[in-house]
């Protein structure tokens, strides 16, 4: 089954082999991204470019704004990625990306920054994200300042935090940092124009 976005529109299928059907009563507007439950499929948040957030658990039949103070805390909400212990919808947490991390409760009525790891991240747009349930580590893709790992990002303390580079991973500890963070790498200073070589500089024709 898939939720798909195009424009202010929203298609959903849930039988394989099925055609989309549009969910004719989404409020919002052009839609950014969209995060499904993984553990309750009927569950389904939408951001649209209007910096809203909106929620549905009957697939899309009803929904309710879940935007609440989230403008007061970034200008753009880029990316949402649901956690969800269980199909209990009570047990849900929405984390919402832009500038800065935040979490709310499906229930909730305030949105808070994810503790911890607003320090951690570079002031940089989030873009992407990605709770991985077996390994207990959330991933931060963000605008130009590369993708981040945190571990037990919903557990209240932030064991190891990382840049990873396309070629290499940074190497988890072999034991849980409880009180402090692990140093973080950072990419080499880009060369200066004049130490760019001649044969890969740029030809005028």
Not at 15 to 37: C, Q, S
Request: charged share 15%; glycine share 10%.
């Amino acid at each position: 089954m898939f939720y798909v976005g195009g424009g202010a529109t929203i298609f959903h299928r849930v039988t394989a082999g099925g055609l989309p059907t549009k969910l004719a009563n989404y409020p919002g507007g052009t839609v950014i991204t969209i995060a499904m439950n993984p553990n309750n499929y009927k569950q389904v948040f939408v951001s649209d470019l209007n910096n809203k957030v909106w929620g549905s658990s009957d697939e899309g039949a009803t929904w309710s704004d879940k935007t609440l103070n989230l403008a007061s805390l970034t200008s753009l909400v880029t990316t949402i990625e649901v956690f969800s212990p269980d199909a209990t919808l009570a047990n849900t947490v929405v984390i919402g990306g832009g500038f800065g991390l935040f979490q709310v409760g499906a229930t909730g009525t305030t949105w808070t920054r994810l503790t911890g790891l607003n320090d951690i991240l570079p002031p940089a747009l989030v873009l992407d994200l990605h709770y991985d349930y077996t390994d207990n580590v959330l991933v931060a893709g963000t605008l130009g300042r590369g993708s981040w790992t945190i571990a037990g990002p919903l557990s209240g303390t932030t064991e190891e935090a990382g840049l990873i580079t396309r070629s290499k991973k940074v190497p988890r500890p072999s034991r849980p940092v409880s009180s402090s963070l692990l140093p973080l790498r950072h990419l080499p200073p880009a060369p200066p124009p004049s130490a760019v070589p001649p044969s890969t500089a740029p030809v005028s024709r």
